[in-house]
């Protein structure tokens, strides 16, 4: 156990659904990370927030939508998904001190599949 | 890109010691080498980092070779459960958030 959790750890949805990914840290930490692995690809990061604000988007398509509402809660919101991007998801979190190393905690995944 | 270079897979017999390679040649001055592992279908795990000096945790050694291009993260008793793939990352350690994942090494221990 991480100490960071990930719900649900298995999702199939529809192209036309709504749902959510849910990542809860127990660490204190105040960095939160949301990564997309696609199958026999490197590890891509998507968002990063710092202190619950949004601190890197890396051209991540709208129909992923993110919310950090405080420093232990990280969703990611999908809509009108595509099948490509069917992937593991990762959320990470960090204790974000400067001039300082900064391991990231990972959390066990959601296996998304979209039909 | 990753600013790193992996062999992509590595067989190692359980019991013996794995020694996996990894090339920075670009490396900066105030860049770690991180490593990080995962196992099948999980999340990363981190394993161990350095800047200049060999580093020696529970879990593993990291060899940093005096130019600082190149080093070797060392599992000196492999064991089954060590089957993973293996990432080292450089980066620096404040000024961005970002971990770039290369494609790692796939490490392999045989009974």
């Known amino acids: 156990e991480t100490g960071v959790t990930q719900t649900p750890r298995h999702l199939v949805m529809g192209m036309t659904n709504k749902k959510s990914l849910k990542c809860e840290q127990h660490?204190?930490?105040?960095?939160m990370y949301w990564y997309k692995q696609s199958a026999k690809k490197p590890l891509e990061l998507m968002f990063v927030y710092s202190l619950e604000e949004r601190v890197e988007n890396n051209s991540v398509p709208s129909r992923f939508s993110p919310e950090c509402p405080n420093s232990s809660h990280l969703f990611l919101h999908l809509h009108t998904l595509q099948p490509e991007d069917s992937a593991l998801y990762l959320c990470a979190s960090s204790q974000d001190r400067p001039a300082s190393y900064n391991e990231q905690f990972f959390g066990p995944g959601t296996r998304l599949t979209v039909l | 890109d990753a600013k790193t270079t992996q062999p992509p897979s590595m067989d190692c017999a359980e019991g013996r010691a794995a020694n996996l390679p990894c090339n920075h040649s670009t490396i900066s001055g105030n860049e770690y080498v991180y490593w990080y592992r995962q196992i099948h279908s999980q999340g990363p795990q981190y394993i161990i980092h350095?800047?200049?000096n060999n580093e020696t945790n529970e879990m593993a050694s990291l060899i940093i070779t005096e130019d600082r291009k190149s080093s070797t993260l060392i599992l000196p008793h492999a064991t089954l459960r060590d089957t993973a793939v293996y990432y080292c990352i450089v980066r620096p350690a404040s000024g961005t958030y970002k971990y770039i994942f290369g494609t790692g090494t796939r490490l392999k221990v045989l009974a």
């Open positions: 350095g800047l200049k």
């Open positions: 660490l204190g930490h105040n960095a």
